[in-house]
């Protein structure tokens, strides 16, 4: 788990930061660029870890993959293998996103089942189902599952769940299959039209990308192209709230407020003043942070899972108490016990609620990262508490954030990485 961060808390953040390319559009992204067995230069493509396994994917099955600064040129002409090996699969578990471009291409893939995580168990079975729907034969031997057809066809697939990973599964299989799909009930994520755009750029033909009902006509090939990344919006989420809590003044620069509306709804609700134009966002907190009654996660639209750690310690620090509902994942308060050891006053109704209880303060701790997000909101506790917190396991963070120590220092944080 490599480093920790060592940080010095109680000082307010000022300053600017330029936002990144999306880590949850350019994963499926990448794996798109299998399907036109050429060339696709992305850019604004972040520089974490995840997006470097993708690569190293993209390699090992023979495509040629060139960087210059945030651009990726990826050549997909020279693919030679199916087979992803367990230890890319289980270092990343989005990497079950190259089953639909790999069945699309190749009408086969053998990869591994990514397993569950501190969120829950992360099943794939909206993702299995709907390939069987289309034709493919699924062969599960352990953990190995073998995937093959003799052509996909189109059909139409509704949802029981608006799963994120499997919307763009799905559309990513049904690129070339014969005939229609349409996918009703699907997640309209951001990044899910982002896809859709980086797909329609290339010649594929696709309706509704970013709606809850998405219709793909199957094309024979897909031709080269470019296509430059949207923001990530949890990375931007994740600053603002780093800012709010450290009684600071942030602009966030290379940002589409649009996508976290419901995000800045709830900081304005909480006292923060927010100025937005369409490439900035300015938040400043001078006031005292004022709880609201209650937080629920939902899919996008409304407020992402992913901002739920960081939207945890915010309401920490405010006035008053917040019930928080966490629907979309079974697990994700691995955080909560480490947010406690800071002083934090949070109560666990169930696995998926939790009560907290604002207080001026929390001080500085010890701490273990357990997830991504879980461990950015570490990090943000750290920021505002008084005192020295250590946050150890950074690899979980530098997996969806790049740069956060300089960005950090550059707005005043006093913050190292000790590996
Ligand atoms: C994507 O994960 C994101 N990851 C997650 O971000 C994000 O939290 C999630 O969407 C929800 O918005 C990437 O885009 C790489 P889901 P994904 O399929 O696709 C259940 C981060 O921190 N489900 O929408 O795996 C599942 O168990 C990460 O950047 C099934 O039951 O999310 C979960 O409870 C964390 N069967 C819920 O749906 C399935 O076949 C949401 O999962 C698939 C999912």
Redesign the pocket.
């Known amino acids: 788990m490599l480093g920790k961060y060592v940080i010095s808390g109680g000082k307010r953040l000022k300053g600017t930061v330029k936002i990144n390319g999306s880590?949850?559009a350019a994963?499926p992204i990448l794996a798109a660029t299998v399907l036109n067995g050429s060339v696709n230069v992305l850019e604004n493509c972040p520089q974490i870890s995840d997006t470097k396994t993708a690569v190293d994917i993209l390699r090992h099955l023979g495509c040629l993959v060139n960087k210059e600064n945030k651009t990726l040129i990826i050549n997909s002409a020279s693919m030679t293998k199916t087979e992803i090996p367990r230890e890319l699969v289980k270092k990343m578990r989005?990497s079950i996103i190259f089953m639909g471009p790999m069945l699309a291409r190749f009408k086969k893939v053998t990869l591994y089942y990514p397993g569950g995580c501190e969120?829950?168990?992360?099943?794939?079975?909206?993702?299995l189902s709907a390939f069987k729907k289309m034709g493919a034969q699924i062969e599960e031997i352990g953990d190995k599952i073998i995937c093959s057809c003799e052509k996909l066809n189109g059909c139409e697939v509704n949802l029981t769940?608006p799963?994120?990973?499997?919307t763009q599964n799905i559309i990513l299989a049904a690129v070339f299959a014969d005939g229609e799909t349409v996918i009703k009930n699907c997640?309209m994520?951001p990044?899910i039209a982002d896809l859709c755009d980086f797909l329609g750029k290339h010649g594929a033909v696709i309706e509704g990308g970013g709606t809850s009902r998405i219709k793909i006509t199957g094309v024979k090939k897909l031709t080269p192209s470019r296509h430059k990344i949207i923001p990530d919006r949890?990375e931007a989420g994740t600053y603002l709230i780093m800012a709010a809590v450290s009684g600071g003044k942030i602009t966030l620069e290379n940002v589409d407020f649009r996508h976290i509306s419901s995000l800045l709804d709830i900081l304005s609700e909480m006292g923060c003043e927010i100025q937005k134009n369409s490439h900035s966002i300015t938040l400043e907190m001078s006031k005292q942070l004022l709880n609201i009654p209650s937080i629920k996660t939902l899919p996008y639209p409304g407020i992402?899972?992913?901002m739920q750690p960081q939207l945890t310690v915010l309401c920490a620090a405010a006035k008053g108490v917040c019930e928080f509902e966490e629907t979309?994942?079974?697990n994700r308060t691995a955080h909560i016990p480490e947010l406690i050891k800071m002083g934090a006053d949070i109560k666990q109704k169930s696995d998926r609620e939790f009560i907290v209880r604002g207080r001026n303060s929390l001080k500085g701790a010890e701490v273990y990262a357990r997830d991504?997000?879980g461990g950015a909101a570490l990090i943000t506790a750290a920021l505002s508490a008084s005192g020295t917190t250590i946050v150890n396991n950074s690899s979980h963070i530098e997996r969806?954030y790049e740069n956060i120590v300089e960005n950090l220092l550059k707005i005043g944080a006093d913050i190292t990485l000790k590996i």
Do not use: M, Q, Y
């Open positions: 880590k949850n994963l989005s969120l829950g168990k992360r099943p794939i079975d909206l993702h769940f799963s994120v990973g499997a997640a994520e990044e949890i992402p899972t992913d979309i994942f079974e991504l997000r969806g």
